[in-house]
């Protein structure tokens, strides 16, 4: 890893830590607005969105949609409600994600979708990008809303992408990248640019906060992604070679692939059509992916644009904010190792 990345503070990992410090009062407030906006007269709402929203999540889009706003000095609170939108985006998009990849495990428990069903798990769903939309509504700027509204459009259209590029062993990396730039990185991204916006503080700080969140998005799936071959369930919350069953064409896939002979390249035929997926499957793709080196460009991919999101951090001025903001992107990367 580069010193840009990984030298950030040599003597310890990196961790969220200093994020979590630095927004800790912003998201109580964020807090109170989530646990209020997600009650409702129909007692199965709160329940099934609590389960999730309170399921160990580390809140990480809010907490930089908090930092950006200290980063800009932003003295006000405009932003714990649309904080809680963004959350509530994240959270609804990850109810519809589970019922759509049929998942049974979600942060190291069971999801939703295994416990109410599938109808209620989308339609509570519905019920958190509704409530996502009178927040920003209240807020009142049509610029917060043009952003946070194109980026759940976004969001959509790469959750359709993913779902037309499964179990297509053809899927190239450009189709890959579109697809997690558009199904993570947009959210992250709105999450940063809406602070500057209601910090008021200029069109050179939205487009560098965008980047910034785009690019640690990216990383931050790409990361994911890599994860999805070498860690266990305690670490990634979700079981090991999930991605693999479900024919995911992710960047490992896609490298390792591309570099194989003709054996390997019909293995991986068969394991994305779903004919190879059994334990032993697994254990063998893993070899692959180690063998041809793609899980490790994978996560050199991945400190690449971590890099960019360090990068456009450049023109604020140094302090808590931006350390904080800095060692996130770190500890992004960090969590494959």
Request: hydrophobic share 45%; aromatic share 6%; with cysteine.
């Amino acid at each position: 890893m580069t010193a840009s990345v990984h030298q950030l503070h040599p003597d310890r990992a990196p961790t969220l830590e200093p994020l979590i410090a630095l927004t800790a009062a912003d998201m109580n407030a964020v807090n109170q607005v989530i646990l209020a906006r997600m009650q409702s007269e129909v007692p199965l709402i709160p329940e099934l969105a609590g389960h999730l929203i309170a399921g160990g999540g580390k809140r990480m889009r809010p907490m930089l949609t908090c930092a950006s706003a200290a980063l800009c000095d932003y003295p006000g609170t405009r932003h714990h409600k649309l904080a809680a939108a963004v959350e509530f985006i994240h959270t609804a998009t990850l109810l519809h994600d589970d019922v759509v990849d049929m998942s049974g495990m979600r942060r190291g428990k069971r999801t939703a979708n295994i416990i109410w069903g599938n109808p209620a798990s989308v339609l509570v769903g519905d019920f958190l990008f509704s409530r996502s939309f009178e927040l920003m509504v209240e807020d009142g700027s049509l610029k917060v809303l043009k952003i946070l509204s194109h980026a759940s459009a976004v969001i959509a259209e790469g959750e359709v992408a993913q779902l037309t590029a499964q179990r297509q062993i053809a899927t190239g990396e450009d189709t890959y990248l579109h697809i997690i730039e558009a199904k993570t990185a947009a959210l992250f991204a709105a999450a940063c640019r809406i602070a500057p916006v209601v910090a008021e503080a200029g069109e050179d700080a939205e487009l560098a906060l965008e980047a910034f969140g785009r690019n640690l998005g990216i990383a931050f799936q790409l990361v994911d992604d890599a994860i999805d071959y070498t860690s266990d369930e305690g670490t990634s919350g979700k079981s090991l070679g999930d991605d693999f069953r479900e024919g995911k064409m992710t960047l490992p896939i896609i490298l390792a692939y591309a570099r194989g002979g003709e054996a390997d390249r019909r293995f991986w035929k068969e394991a994305v059509s779903g004919d190879r997926v059994a334990d032993d499957d697994l254990a063998h793709a893993i070899a692959l992916l180690r063998s041809t080196d793609a899980i490790g460009d994978t996560l050199e991919r991945a400190r690449l644009y971590a890099r960019r999101a360090l990068d456009a951090l450049a023109p604020f001025p140094s302090g808590k904010a931006k350390a904080a903001l800095s060692e996130a992107v770190a500890f992004a990367v960090a969590r494959a190792y």
